[in-house]
Nanobody, 117 residues
Framework: QVQLVTSGGGLVHPGGSLKLSCTAY????????MSWYRQAPGKDRELVAG????????DYADQVKGRFTISRDNTKNMLYLQMDSLKPEDTALYFC??????????WGQGTQVTVSS
């Protein structure tokens, strides 16, 4: 069964850190570009960070540059998002996505990140 399983969310104080993980089952992520998205209540889903299939190229939304780091381990079929210096405005449901030209797109189920004092 093809699926992306996200984990690592939780409640953290402002300035704290979390590391999200996304594990792929039923397909090989090495053939896919991978991304993290987030959606806050009442807002559209937005792109947070992306990484090429080989991990050489990365891209970040302006709001998270310098604070978040996307990475992947193709040998483990996993994607990560290290989030540092978290702010209340980072509170959202975070999703991972696998995509590529001519390939189906897969979404994870989402993991909740709440930044609050």
């Amino acid at each position: 069964q093809v699926q992306l399983v996200t984990s690592g969310g939780g409640l953290v104080h402002p300035g704290g850190s979390l590391k999200l993980s996304c594990t792929a089952y039923g397909f090989t992520i090495s053939r896919y570009s991978m991304s993290w998205y987030r959606q806050a209540p009442g807002k559209d889903r937005e792109l947070v960070a992306g990484i090429s299939n080989g991990g050489v190229s990365t891209d970040y939304a302006d709001q998270v540059k310098g604070r978040f780091t996307i990475s992947r381990d193709n040998t483990k079929n996993m994607l990560y998002l290290q989030m540092d210096s978290l702010k209340p405005e980072d509170t959202a449901l975070y999703f991972c996505k696998a995509h590529g030209a001519g390939r189906p797109t897969y979404w994870g189920q989402g993991t909740q990140v709440t930044v609050s004092s």
